[in-house]
C-alpha cells in the first residue's frame, strides 16, 4: 500500500511534466454530432434534444485516447442517455460521480475541422430553463490521456478563444468557459534575441 500511495504521489508531482501533444485541449457541448451545431437549445416542454460532449485545440497531430469530466445540471429535466462515441470502454454518470471515457487501444484524432466528438447525452426537457456547467471530474480533475498516453489538461472553451461558450444553455445563455486565447508565437533565432537586447 505504502508503495502505491508513493507511485500516485510522484505521478502527482509530476502531472506538470507529463503534458505533451495536447497543451491547449478544450472541450465544449454542442448539438450536432460533428461538433458544428449550437451551445444553446430551447426546446418545447417534454422534449428530448442531444448535447454532443466536444475536444478541440490537439496541436500539431496531437490526439486523444480518453478524457473525465463531470457535468452540472441546473435545467429541469432528466438525463435519458449518456454515449461514449469513442471505440472504447466508459465509467461513471457524467451528473453524479463523473465520466471517464476511453477510446481503448487505437487513438482518436481530430476530423478535418480539428474537432473530436467523444460522447453524447440526451436529455428531457422538463420546462424551467437553466444551464449544463463542464467541471473538472471529482477524481480524475480536468485530465485527458494524448497519443502517447502522457498526461493533458482540458479547459472549457470560451468566447476568448473560440468564439463561442464551451457550457451549454438550455433556454437561456450559458456560462463562461475558461480557455484563454493560444497566442502566436514567432519563430526566431538564437542570434536574433540577442540583437534585441545588444
Known amino acids: 500500500m505504502k508503495r502505491l500511495l508513493i507511485a500516485l504521489l510522484i ?19 454542442n448539438t450536432a454530432a460533428d ?4 451551445n444553446e437549445v430551447c426546446p418545447a416542454v417534454n422534449e428530448t434534444f442531444d448535447v454532443y460532449v466536444c475536444f478541440d485545440r490537439f496541436g500539431d497531430g496531437g490526439g486523444m485516447l480518453g478524457a473525465a469530466f463531470m457535468f452540472v445540471r441546473t435545467f429541469a429535466g432528466f438525463k435519458l442517455v449518456q454515449m461514449n462515441l469513442l471505440p472504447g470502454l466508459d465509467f461513471g454518470d457524467v451528473e ?22 467523444g460522447g453524447m447525452c440526451t436529455y428531457l426537457y422538463l420546462g424551467a430553463p437553466g444551464t449544463i456547467t463542464i467541471i473538472p471530474h471529482p477524481i480524475d ?8 498516453n502522457l498526461l493533458d489538461f482540458w479547459c472549457v472553451a470560451s468566447v476568448a478563444s473560440h ?12 456560462p463562461d468557459g475558461d480557455c484563454e486565447p493560444i497566442v502566436a508565437v514567432e ?12
Do not use: H
Open 11 to 29: 505521478l502527482a508531482l509530476a502531472a506538470p511534466v507529463l503534458a505533451d501533444q495536447n497543451p491547449n485541449l478544450a472541450i465544449f457541448l
Open 35 to 38: 461538433g458544428t451545431g449550437e
Open 96 to 117: 453524479i460521480d463523473g465520466w471517464a471515457i476511453t477510446a481503448g487501444a487505437n487513438c482518436q484524432y481530430p476530423d478535418v475541422t480539428g474537432i473530436l466528438v
Open 141 to 148: 480533475g480536468n485530465s485527458a490521456a494524448d497519443c502517447d
Open 163 to 174: 468564439g463561442f461558450e464551451g457550457n451549454f444553455g438550455v433556454c437561456m445563455p450559458p
Open 187 to 198: 519563430d526566431a533565432t538564437w542570434g536574433g534575441i540577442k540583437a534585441l537586447y545588444r
